[in-house]
């Protein structure tokens, strides 16, 4: 037996029955229109600013004595005979100079090149430890454990992944005259006997890392180790926990001793011990 549904009658509702289905369906389809509205809404944005904590590269940018320094030449700047305006120019330096990062095969055999840090670890909590009057005092001054415990009487512990930032004042003050920032102005092995600034204590850091786990440490100077450092001890302590290292950070003085947060975007060096890197901070309201 074959049935035609389209000759199947209708249900019949009472206009009273109709007019109750029609708002039910009304009220269910603006409620799914309000939920997916909410859902796609952005949240709203965090209120704060940004601070740049980069040194733009060129020739007076602060480099290791005996690293290549930063050079930039001109390939080309006019008009072309097309009659279109073309610029372009070529750079060559070290890894390590300038606002740069360090990554952990720089100090440890069979550390992490800069390509294989994933993003998500260059961004992390920033905790800023004031010792401008230590180092003013003192060019050669080591951070101790002790400066840690003095912020967090202050601040409260560290948080866990943070960025620990040694703000010597001597790099946010004087860069970029080489004198001032690393004791001298000579180039080659003949500045390493001249070298002077203020580093991170070995002991600190191995606290740092073991008691508080944090990403990595950064500093206004050319080296997380003082000058005078004959066995980067810092270095390889951070390295060899796979931790990471900033150098030559700008506007310290901007920034406050904890509440902001640390983004570090360094250039991405196939197989790079480190490389040039953009750093800022966001901070909050």
């Known amino acids: 037996m074959r049935i035609d549904i389209f000759s199947l009658a209708a249900p019949r509702f009472s206009r009273q ?11 269910v389809l603006s409620g ?9 809404r952005p949240e709203p944005a965090r209120q704060g600013k940004l601070l740049d904590m980069t040194y733009p590269f060129d020739e007076t940018s602060i480099y290791w004595p005996t690293a290549k320094p930063f050079q ?24 390590h100079g300038g606002t740069h990062a360090d990554a952990p095969i ?11 840090v994933p993003l998500e670890e260059w961004v992390g909590p920033a905790v ?57 102005d000579k180039s080659g092995p003949e500045a390493l006997p001249e070298l002077s600034f203020p580093g991170f204590s070995a002991e600190a850091v191995d606290f740092l ?25 810092v270095h390889q302590v951070l390295c060899a926990a796979e931790k990471l290292a900033l150098e030559n950070i700008a506007n ?8 902001a947060t640390l983004y570090v975007i360094p250039m991405l060096i196939k197989n790079g011990t480190g490389a040039p890197a953009r750093v800022f901070a966001f901070l909050p309201k």
Request: hydrophobic share 40%; proline share 3%; aromatic share 12%.
């Open 17 to 27: 029955s109709s007019f109750v289905l029609a708002t039910l369906l009304l009220s």
């Open 32 to 40: 799914l229109v309000a939920f997916s509205l909410g859902a796609c």
């Open 72 to 95: 930039l030449t001109k390939v080309f700047w006019g008009m072309t005979e097309g009659s279109y305006w073309y610029a372009s120019n070529e750079f060559a330096a070290s890894e």
């Open 106 to 116: 720089h100090f440890a055999q069979g550390g992490r090149t800069i390509d294989q």
């Open 128 to 184: 800023k430890i004031d010792v401008t009057a230590k180092c003013a005092a003192n060019r050669n001054y080591l951070l101790q454990t002790e400066d840690i415990h003095a912020w967090e009487k202050r601040n409260g512990r560290i948080p866990a992944n943070a960025w620990v930032i040694m703000f010597t004042g001597i790099g946010t003050v004087h860069y970029p005259d080489k004198k001032a920032v690393l004791g001298t």
């Open 209 to 233: 890392i073991k008691e508080r786990n944090i990403k990595g440490i950064a500093i206004d100077t050319p080296s997380i180790d003082y000058g005078q450092s004959k066995d980067f001890k």
């Open 252 to 259: 310290l003085d901007q920034l406050p001793e904890k509440g």
